[in-house]
């Protein structure tokens, strides 16, 4: 099973910007997918979530309204839209896929927000 996340990058504050984790090596079916992320000296937190049917989403209070995940079953990516991005989102996410009772993980991926 693996994960990877691609779409790490700059950009200014109040922009957008878009990550995708490409899965691979199992169907996922009945999987959670997910993002989370690690600001700098911060434990790892959770973004948002969705399961792979795309219903039931679910986002932490600072991603509500600005991000935006999705899954692309045909391609086989869970993808994070994030808009109106301030200088605190500058992190490294992760993806993560949740089954009953395994989880895996991408590597990360940097973003970082410049005011």
């Known amino acids: 099973v693996q994960l990877q996340a691609f779409g790490g990058g700059s950009v200014q504050a109040g922009g957008s910007h878009g990550l995708s984790c490409a899965y691979s090596?199992?169907?996922?079916?009945?999987?959670?997918l997910g993002w989370f992320r690690r600001v700098l000296g911060k434990e790892r937190e959770f973004v948002a979530a969705?399961?792979?049917?795309?219903?039931?989403?679910y986002y932490a209070n600072f991603a509500k309204g600005r991000f935006t995940i999705s899954p692309d079953n045909y391609k086989n990516t869970v993808n994070l839209q994030m808009d109106s991005l301030k200088p605190e989102d500058t992190a490294v996410y992760y993806c993560?896929?949740?089954?009953?009772?395994?989880?895996?993980w991408g590597q990360g991926t940097e973003v970082t927000v410049s005011s």
């Open positions: 993560n896929a949740q089954g009953d009772s395994v989880e895996y």
């Open positions: 090596g199992d169907t996922f079916r009945g999987y959670a």
């Open positions: 969705i399961n792979w049917r795309g219903e039931g989403t």
